[in-house]
């Protein structure tokens, strides 16, 4: 996974995966919160997630690096002796950990279709993180887009959507305020992430497993401080069933994935990956939660892809690096994305 120049089956089958786990980890998450019976804390899977990641990472790198030695000569310079890069991955660890818990209390209080179609309101913000972070420039219609997407997003909640068989207590304004703190906080640590990764040859196994070791410990300071006297009580596995274990085991593999997505593709590729996600799980939530579609709704969502495929047509031919980008390697390697 860790070679340079990848086919192009390789990075479509990499935006897939991603994708279809994106969807079957909103829906499953979402059918999780909607459960009766002892509810898991929602901390400690965000947390275990990151642990898996960890664990996989190395793996991955152990394969890249070909033996033991090598592997350990990696994890000295990088890792141990490198408090500096630690520390730089921090940032976006911390904001993802804000993130994946924010997804968590999103979909305790809306449909999984709505979130859905709403979270992608972190394409502008991540549009406007990639001209202020990467020094990058949008065309018109790039920006044009953005605005059908956000007259798009209006539409998905203009007339509410309503479910017949869920029956727990909801904070619609609740979810909606978790979605705008998410949304905020994808934009800016994908970005911040892309950015570290592809302005030095480090590998994304490395620099994975840097995001992941203080992901580790602020998602456990999340834990202290949401749940710890009730896990104190109940345990910190407590709740989880198998569909509990299997939301985790998505959040690992997608998170992932996303890296190699970020790495070997780009934003582009990943908006189409969303727009498609969207389609797949309204329909699931049709068949799970019973959802009924209304037509502003629909409306609303293809207004949405649409505007995703807008927004991507374009960004190949007519990026432009800004004349003052100084970082030189960098300018380079964003071109040849
Ligand atoms: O929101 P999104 O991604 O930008 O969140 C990125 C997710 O990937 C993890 N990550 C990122 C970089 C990296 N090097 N390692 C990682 O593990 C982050 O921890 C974060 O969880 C999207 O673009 O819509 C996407 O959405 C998520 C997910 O559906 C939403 O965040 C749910 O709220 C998808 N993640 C999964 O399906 C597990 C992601 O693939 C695409």
């Known amino acids: 996974m860790a070679v340079g120049n990848v086919s192009v089956g390789f990075k479509v089958y990499c935006l897939t ?39 996989l990472s190395l793996g991955m790198l152990s394969n890249e690096a070909g033996s033991l030695g090598r592997l350990k000569n990696i994890l000295v310079e990088h890792i141990f002796s490198s408090p500096k890069e630690l520390l730089k991955l921090s940032v976006p660890s911390i904001v993802y950990a804000i993130q994946n818990n924010m997804a968590f209390l999103a979909l305790s209080n809306l449909d999984a279709a709505v979130y859905q179609v709403t979270y992608q309101l972190k ?74 990764l592809k302005s030095s040859d480090t590998s994304l196994w490395v620099r994975n497993i840097q995001m992941y070791i203080s992901g580790i410990v602020v998602t456990l ?32 593999v997608g998170g992932l ?31 799970l939660f019973g959802l009924q579609i209304t037509v502003t709704f629909a409306s609303g969502a293809l207004l949405v892809c649409i505007s995703i495929y807008l927004y991507g047509i374009p960004k190949q031919d007519t990026i432009k690096l800004t004349q003052n980008a100084t970082d030189k390697e960098l300018k380079a390697k964003l071109i040849s994305v």
Request: proline share 2%; net charge positive.
């Open 17 to 55: 995966v991603m994708t279809l786990v994106a969807a079957t980890y909103t829906v499953s998450l979402r059918y999780t919160r909607t459960l009766s019976g002892d509810m898991y804390f929602s901390t400690t899977a965000v947390c275990v997630a990151e642990v898996i990641k960890l664990i």
């Open 123 to 196: 394409i502008p913000c991540t549009a406007l993180c990639t001209v202020l972070m990467l020094n990058r420039s949008l065309s018109r219609l790039q920006w044009g887009s953005v605005l059908m997407l956000c007259v798009g997003v209006t539409l998905v909640q203009w007339e509410p959507v309503k479910t017949t068989n869920v029956e727990i207590v909801q904070n619609p304004l609740l979810g909606f305020i978790a979605i705008a703190i998410a949304v905020c906080c994808s934009g800016f640590a994908g970005v911040y992430f892309e950015k570290v």
């Open 221 to 252: 300071f999340g834990v202290y401080m949401t749940d710890g006297e009730k896990i104190l009580e109940k345990g910190f596995f407590f709740g989880y069933k198998p569909w509990v274990c299997f939301v985790i085991f998505l959040a690992s």
């Open 257 to 287: 994935y996303t890296s190699v997505v970020v790495k070997y593709t780009d934003n582009i590729m990943k908006g189409f990956s969303a727009a498609a996600a969207i389609v797949i799980s309204t329909v699931a939530s049709v068949v």
